[in-house]
């Protein structure tokens, strides 16, 4: 079945610096989208961004994210960490069935 | 848009006890999700909806976890004889279920079993 690794449970930035937070999956669909959410202290996931297309650069509120399909990656990155970035993030597919297929989740931790 | 609406926000049960979780999801959407959250398991699915029929269930727990979705405007998810590993907070989500389309979270609601 499909499947979403997210190798780190916990990144620690200095804000200011770049962050990198990985994201690889298996899946046995070739049309396939892809998510990144957020989700702050205390509050509900919310989409950060979505891809669908290979090769394509995606971004919102200063995150990018590339889907490379030869690599089976999405990863998530910004080139200057802010304060305010610290929170967990998960990385998601979607099925075929319009299921979201969950990573376990990085926790952000950025530090003055 | 009001957004996903989840009701209570809050519940405290005696273990044992009963706990029904009401979820409303955004108007037009035709997709409900619920999810289980807790720091040791990280996000867990556990039932889906689409056009109120039940699609896929299998994250729930078989013994005491049912969820329905009587209408296109609401869901329960009810928990019989509530234990303290139930404790988590449950996650209702919506969408409009077509390919692609992200699911929208409500606040959640905490359940802690004493």
């Known amino acids: 079945g499909d499947s979403v690794t997210q190798t780190e449970g916990l990144v620690t930035v200095t804000e200011g610096l770049p962050v990198k937070l990985n994201c690889t999956y298996q899946?046995?669909?070739?049309?396939?989208?892809f998510f990144w959410y957020v989700q702050y202290l205390n509050e509900a996931p919310q989409v950060l961004l979505k891809?669908?297309?290979d090769n394509k650069r995606t971004e919102h509120q200063g995150f990018h994210a590339t889907l490379h399909k030869s690599s089976s990656s999405f990863h998530l990155q910004k080139s200057s960490a802010q304060l305010s970035d610290s929170a967990l993030y998960y990385c998601?597919?979607?099925?075929?069935?319009?299921?979201?297929?969950w990573g376990s989740g990085t926790k952000l931790i950025i530090k003055p | 848009n009001a957004g996903v609406i989840q009701t209570p926000r809050h519940k405290v049960t005696g273990k044992g006890q009963e706990a029904t979780l009401w979820c409303e999801p955004i108007?037009?959407?035709?997709?409900v999700f619920w999810y289980r959250q807790t720091i040791v398991q990280g996000l867990e699915f556990l039932t889906y909806?689409?056009?109120?029929?039940?699609?896929?269930d299998s994250g729930m727990p078989k013994e005491r976890f049912s969820a329905q979705m009587p209408n296109q405007s609401h869901s329960t998810l009810k928990i019989q004889s509530t234990q303290p590993q139930d404790s988590a907070v449950y996650l209702c989500a919506s969408s409009l279920g077509d390919r692609g389309r992200e699911q929208y979270f409500g606040p959640g609601t905490r359940l802690t079993v004493l």
């Open positions: 998601a597919l979607m099925d075929s069935n319009y299921q979201l297929i």
């Open positions: 909806f689409r056009n109120q029929a039940p699609i896929d």
């Open positions: 899946t046995t669909y070739l049309t396939i989208a």
């Open positions: 108007s037009g959407h035709s997709a």
């Open positions: 891809s669908s297309t």
